[in-house]
């Protein structure tokens, strides 16, 4: 159970954890008790692919036509690396991308960099700048990076830049992320993972599930 207080007077929420935030990134905080992240042996050396996590995953599924289909490699230490393009369908605001998808990237790329240090991950918070719009056609590249752990507590943050295409410049940081993710065990999804398909208990798919 999260303890979490909305402080209406100082715009701020504090859980119970000492973690502190609210929706500027100046106020996220990690905890003292930090960990450094240890690797797990499975996660591959930097410079290799880090192959999706779930071929339905509407963040890099590729089985999944209606995602952003972000393809990672692995960066150095307890990060990755991932790319999307921006196609037209993913518009907000004319002619630039929407909030939502961006968040999308950022929720995969750090999940993603969770791989680092644990074998499954959801997302428990996530909190993002939107520092510059971003051009339909572009190519967005997401660093993401584990900042430490407690206990199964995942800290992670990220920032994108666009790469090739309209508005191009890798040295502008067109917004940034950081997010709480939490261990899961194979338990979490045992009583979703047969509706894969949005039909219980379909066969093979299901399967493919319990190794999320
Ligand atoms: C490789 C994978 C890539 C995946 C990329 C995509 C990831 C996703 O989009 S996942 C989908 C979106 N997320 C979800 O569906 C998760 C839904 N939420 C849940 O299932 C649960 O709330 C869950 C698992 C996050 C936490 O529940 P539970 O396991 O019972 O943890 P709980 O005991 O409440 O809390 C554990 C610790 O985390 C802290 N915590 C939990 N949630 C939060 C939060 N939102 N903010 C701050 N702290 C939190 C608690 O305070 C506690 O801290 P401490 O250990 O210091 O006491």
Known sequence: MVDITFCRSEDRRLDRTG??????????????????????PEFPASGEPLPRHWSLCFGCGDDQPSGIQMTFVVGDGASVVGRFEVARRYQGGPGV???????????EAQGM????VALAVV???????????IPLDSTLEIT???DGTVRRKVYTSAEARI???????PD????????????????HFEKVKSMVDAVPAAAGTAAEASSF
Request: glycine residues 10%.
């Open 19 to 40: 973690l502190h935030y609210r929706s500027m990134s100046s106020t996220w905080t990690l905890p003292d008790d930090l960990q450094a992240p240890t690797i797990v």
């Open 97 to 107: 991308i929407h909030g939502g998808i961006l968040g999308t990237a950022f929720d």
């Open 113 to 116: 960099a969770c791989r680092s």
């Open 123 to 133: 997302t428990a918070h996530l909190e993002i700048d939107f520092a510059r719009p």
């Open 144 to 146: 993401a990076k584990v």
């Open 163 to 169: 790469v090739a295409g309209p508005g191009a410049d």
């Open 172 to 187: 502008v940081v067109v917004g940034t992320s950081r997010g709480l993710f939490l261990v899961i065990d194979q338990t």
